[in-house]
């Protein structure tokens, strides 16, 4: 069974600078889905960004990118220019492409807060 | 804006009474799923639905039922609540195909006592 695991309940950045949130997954597929969701205070889950293992090339969303080391199966997510709206709880998800419905497992979260 | 709502934010019940949790959507989504979130332990899934009155079991079903009479609308039922089942609550709906995106809804805070 595929598991993800973030190793870092909590990170702490300065505004304005960058941080790496970490995750690793573990499986025998080939082909599947990557994301990282946002989760702000009191707020509503949203996708932050998503990687396609059969692409090499990283995906980037504005001020996040990640870094997918499929080899080490390792998916970090990198903020540049934190902003204090950045502060959330993060979580990386896997989602297999095999399977009838859209499951994903997510791993344990990590709590990003911002120092103005 | 793909829209994912549900009944409550903030939930409180006693121990063994019988609570609906419900889940609306509204961009015609094939998938719904119910997740339970627990501080050090993620999101664990604990009922889906790919389609209307089709279910599946999730990673920790124990203690619940859920039902999908209509496309639109998912709910989950905790048959006698228990305290242990004190939870942050979350729905999500997704495509069958496509960019397996989930959506997520405000999430339910239950609290047993």
Redesign the interface.
Known sequence: AQTVT?SQ?EMSVQEAETVTLSCTYDTSESDY?L?W?KQPPS?????VI?QEAYKQQNATENRFSVNFQKAAKSFSLKISDSQLGDAAMY?CAY?TLGG?????I????TLLAVQP | DVKVTQSSRYLVKRTGEKVFLECVQDMDHENMFWYRQDPGLGLRLIYFSYDVKMKEKGDIPEGYSVSREKKERFSLILESASTNQTSMYLCASGRQFGSYEQYFGPGTRLTVT
């Open positions: 973030q309940p889905y994301f969701y707020r509503q889950m949203i996708l998503r979580f989602r009838a419905t859209n499951k994903l997510f791993g344990t979260g």
